[in-house]
């Protein structure tokens, strides 16, 4: 009962948030209105990557970075089924007023993008997990260019042209219930019997073995469902961006993540999603500087990371378990 | 985490703050133009190369008195070359600082993702290098002032006949790339138009290392030319390993050509080819040597290449647009670009057709000794 009040009151509010920045910002008063959501949205599905990834590299210390490859599955299939089997779905949906239409098809979309993503994650992981360190690195980082050279050879999805009309379904009511979920997710899991085995993997992986953990099928179910809430970002990004191209899923992307979990504080769920605001927010932030933008904000990543080298908020700091280890 | 919570939240307003505070200044008199393009990341030479261009082209105006009595603000805005920083780079330049013009993308990925909010806000946007015909498609507010793929085929079947008066041509495509397989097609079509006989249409796909197969089929079809619309890194592999197989036709080709990797793959293979091009720092019009001279002068003796004059047509016929149109209003400038007609642009005699598209000349250029040599204009 508890918990059914406590979504219905996200809910609630995540609707009341969409009406009131659609009010300020959109169609509203504040003149730069749709360049704050604009980034308010980039912050959000960065939120959601950063704390997908967090839970394989910062919890379960295993290196990945292949994160963007998933990122683009999700992408990619949940706009394939927007673009090609929308049109149907629509049809059989007409009765419905137009948002509820909308999300209805998000929904289907999304759902299709991250169970993609989290297959993909499957396969990727069932093969990669046995090995550690460096070689993960490798084989990770190869899937993320073999999925966006692939993209770049179907022609369905638009190939090196980039694939466009994708329709604009989601919104920062949906990005937000993305947000808490993904938290929400990640949380439960590392306050659990899963999560506790999750950080002796990290801690020691021969000791966690010794003690009965099944280490390669923990890192495999910490590993997928990062994937699958990588895939549910590529989703809301594809569907707000309204258009795809590969250079948004470089390796540069996969490593802008990982930026964003070390910036916050590995292992650290709130840092995670303090990173991914931080780092979406601070290159705007930097515009002034016009071609210099990158360089200073290298600089101030240099800087955080000489001053506080454990993250911004500390190593083993976890949302709801106030106290550092 | 309530202190993790406060902090996160205190980040996030106080970013919020400065970036709602920066830069406001007095409402001025001057009319905004926003450019964006990639200034930083893989593809910056281009984005600085066209920014030049675009900087050039203002200052001349401005210190000429600006247009309509009013002095031009030009806004530049990084994008990275990511398409979805242009899409924040465009929204920033329309819902913060109100321009009532766009300038750019030169890659069409960019372009196409960020016209879309252009269109929806009734922004006009000028893209000085997106050949993709897609990006036009988006809507009536989105313009361009290079020609597009299929142009190039036209122009290089023209030389063909009408300057090499060349009867037998073979064709060598890469069949995986649009902009090959369109200006190959248009090429077939412009050519036997003017009475030619394509002999003999062969493919390969980009990547490829080995062309011998290809190159042996069309040896026995004794073509006079080869029109090869890739990529300089397959052409210059192709223009050796036919020269090998004893093939000495004269080879084709279009404004993927453009690099001086080309001669570094290719060498001496190349010699007397020929390919299309926007312009040619090389051409003795006085207009464009104009240019070049202005240019060096302003950028420390740098020699402005294809992206730059590019980047100067756009905003050259972006002001002349609202000078036309006697206002800074978005909707009057459209209306204004729509109706451009003969402007004379250093990459040539520039109109706008129905689908916002460029319709203009372009140069055929020789390559010699590793040097690309202007041999003539032509006409659409």
């Known amino acids: 009962m508890k918990k059914i009040l406590l979504v219905l009151a996200v809910l609630g509010g995540m609707g009341l948030l969409q009406w009131a920045l659609t009010a300020f910002l959109l169609d509203g008063p ?60 629509q049809g059989s949906l007409a009765g419905l007023p137009s948002f509820a239409a909308d999300s209805v098809l998000l929904l289907v ?95 020691d992986e021969i000791a966690a073995q010794a003690m009965g953990v099944a280490v390669t099928r923990h890192k495999v179910t910490a590993f997928v469902i990062g994937a699958a809430f990588a895939g549910l970002a590529g989703s809301l990004f594809g569907h707000f961006t309204m258009y795809l191209h590969t250079n948004s899923f470089t390796f540069v992307k996969s490593f802008e993540i990982i930026i964003m979990i070390a910036l916050g504080g590995l292992g650290s769920l709130a840092g995670a999603a303090l990173g991914a605001v ?48 | 985490m309530k202190l993790a919570g406060l902090a996160g939240a205190g980040m996030l307003a106080g970013a919020l703050i400065l970036a709602a505070c920066g830069k406001k200044g007095p409402e001025s008199n001057d009319i905004l133009i926003g450019e964006f393009g990639a200034l930083t990341g893989s593809i910056a030479s281009f984005g600085q190369s066209t920014h030049k261009g675009v900087a050039l082209a203002v200052e001349e105006v401005n210190a000429g008195g600006g247009v309509l009595g009013r002095k031009i603000r030009l806004i530049t805005e990084d994008d990275q070359g990511k398409p979805e920083e242009a899409l924040t780079a465009v929204t920033k330049l329309i819902s913060k600082d109100r321009v009532s013009a766009l300038i750019g993308e030169f890659a069409s990925s960019n372009s196409l993702a960020a016209a879309p909010f252009a269109q929806q806000s009734r922004i006009p ?203 800074d209003d978005p909707k009057a400038i459209r209306d204004s670009l729509a109706t451009t007609q003969g402007f004379a642009g250093i990459t040539g005699i520039i109109s706008l057709n129905e689908n916002r598209d460029a319709v203009k000349s372009a140069v055929v250029l020789e390559v010699k000794d590793g040097k690309f040599v202007y041999k003539e204009t032509v006409d659409p």
């Not at chain 1, 379904?169 to 899963?194: D, P, Q």
């Not at chain 2, 122009?155 to 064709?171: E, G």
Request: with cysteine; charged share 15%; proline share 3%.
């Open chain 1, 30 to 89: 504040v003149r730069q209105g749709p360049y704050y959501y604009q980034i308010l949205m980039l912050a959000g599905i960065n939120v959601i990557l950063a704390v997908s990834l967090n839970l394989t590299n910062g919890i379960t210390g295993q290196f990945s970075i292949g994160h963007a490859g998933f990122f683009a599955i999700g992408a990619y299939v949940a706009a394939s089924v927007s673009v090609y089997a929308g049109p149907t779905l």
């Open chain 1, 109 to 203: 979309a999304s759902a299709a993008g991250v169970a993609a993503a989290a297959a993909a994650g499957w396969l990727v992981g069932m093969p990669s997990l046995r090995l550690r360190g460096d070689y993960l690195a490798i084989v990770t980082l190869g899937f993320g260019e073999i999925i966006r050279v692939l993209i770049l050879n179907i022609d369905a999805v638009g190939g090196a042209r980039g694939f466009t009309g994708i329709p604009r379904y989601s919104n920062f009511f949906w990005v937000g219930l993305g947000v808490v979920a993904a938290i929400s997710t990640v949380r439960h899991i590392v306050r659990s019997s899963h999560g506790r085995a999750l950080l002796s993997i990290r801690e």
């Open chain 1, 278 to 325: 931080v780092l979406t927010v601070l290159p705007e932030l930097f515009r002034g500087f016009a071609e210099y933008r990158m360089v200073i904000y290298a600089l101030a990543l240099i800087l955080i990371m000489i001053y506080r080298p454990q993250g911004l908020l500390g190593k083993g700091r976890f949302l709801g378990r106030g106290k550092d280890k």
């Open chain 2, 125 to 327: 946007m000028v893209s000085h290098g997106s050949t993709n015909p897609k990006v036009t498609q988006i809507g009536d507010y989105i313009f361009r002032v290079c020609f597009i793929d299929p142009f190039q085929g036209e122009v290089m079947a023209k030389f063909a006949r009408n300057t090499l008066k060349l009867d037998r041509v073979a064709i060598l495509r890469d069949i995986k790339s649009d902009y090959s397989v369109g200006l190959a097609d248009y090429f077939t079509k412009s050519f036997t138009a003017l009475g030619g006989t394509v002999v003999a249409d062969e493919s390969y796909s980009a990547g490829d290392k080995d062309f011998n197969a290809q190159l042996t089929a069309l040896k026995g079809k004794t073509p006079a030319a080869i029109f090869v619309p890739g990529y300089y890194t397959e052409v210059g592999l192709i223009a050796r390993q036919a020269r090998k197989l004893g093939v000495h036709a004269i080879l084709l080709g279009g404004d993927g050509w453009d690099s001086d990797k080309l001669w570094e793959i290719g060498g001496e293979a190349l010699n007397g080819s020929y390919f299309s091009n926007h312009y040619s720092v090389d051409n003795p019009s006085p207009v464009i040597q104009g240019f070049v001279e202005q240019f060096k002068a302003r950028y420390d003796g740098e020699k402005p290449d294809a992206l730059a004059a590019l980047g100067y047509d756009a905003a050259k016929v972006l002001i002349d647009a609202i000078r036309r149109a006697g206002s």
